[in-house]
């Protein structure tokens, strides 16, 4: 059964500082990982989408890689902002059409 | 990207009483739509899968009778949530996805079902 895991749980920066959060999942028969943003008591933010085959994916200040033999994933955020505090959540879906297996996400504060 | 929405955003609900959430996808066809439950600093987990114009399929210890899906068209799908409990309280969210060619899940606002 695949199990997603995230660390750290939270994490707190000042303004400025490039971090990165790590995602691994059990099973490396992936189809594809996804990265979101939840907010409190939100709804989720789609990031970044990595297929199967990809390393990896940009967006902005946003760069998500994928090893998917050793069965990891890492999100990097470059010159972090306040406005970048919320949840991360790193999801793999294992089969095209089914439904998306989430870690418990990385609480992250960026303070100003 | 596309758009999902679900309605209502919030919703209080008294013990025993029955509360529908619907998810609808706004510019694409959802052949498939999935129910998540996320309880607070919990992760989201999967109740169920709906595939349009047939019987949902529930997780392992997610009661169907409880918990009825409905996907009658391809852009809507509802939860209702029956005789509920307090226990019941938690957050509900949808995703949905085209289910070919595109492969990314697009999720609605989210519902917060509290029950006294």
């Known amino acids: 059964k695949q199990e997603v895991t995230q660390i750290p749980a939270a994490l707190s920066v000042p303004e400025g500082e490039n971090l990165v959060l790590n995602c691994s999942f059990t099973?490396?028969?992936?189809?594809?990982l996804q990265w979101f943003r939840q907010d409190p008591g939100k709804g989720l933010t789609s990031l970044l989408l990595i297929q199967s085959s990809q390393r990896e994916q940009t967006s902005g200040r946003l760069n998500a890689s994928l090893d998917k033999s050793s069965g990891r994933s890492t999100l990097y955020i470059a010159a972090s902002q306040p406005g970048d505090s919320a949840t991360y959540l790193c999801a793999v879906r294992n089969q095209a059409g089914t439904a998306l297996i989430f870690g418990k996400g990385t609480t992250l504060s960026v303070s100003s | 990207g596309a758009v999902v929405s679900q309605h209502p955003s919030w919703v209080i609900c008294k013990s025993g009483t029955s509360v529908k959430i619907e998810c609808r996808s706004l510019d694409f066809q959802a052949t498939t739509m999935f129910w998540y439950r996320q309880f607070p600093k919990q992760s989201l987990m999967l109740m169920a899968t709906?595939?349009?114009?047939?019987?949902?399929?529930?997780e392992q210890g997610v009661e169907k009778d409880k918990f009825l899906i409905n996907h009658a068209s391809l852009t809507l799908s509802t939860l209702t949530v029956t005789s509920a409990h307090p226990e019941d309280s938690s957050f509900y969210i949808c995703?949905?996805?085209?289910?070919?060619?595109?492969?990314?899940?697009?999720f609605g606002q989210g519902t917060r079902l509290t029950v006294v």
């Open positions: 709906s595939n349009e114009g047939s019987k949902a399929t529930y």
């Open positions: 995703s949905a996805s085209s289910g070919t060619g595109n492969t990314e899940a697009f």
């Open positions: 099973d490396s028969a992936i189809y594809n």
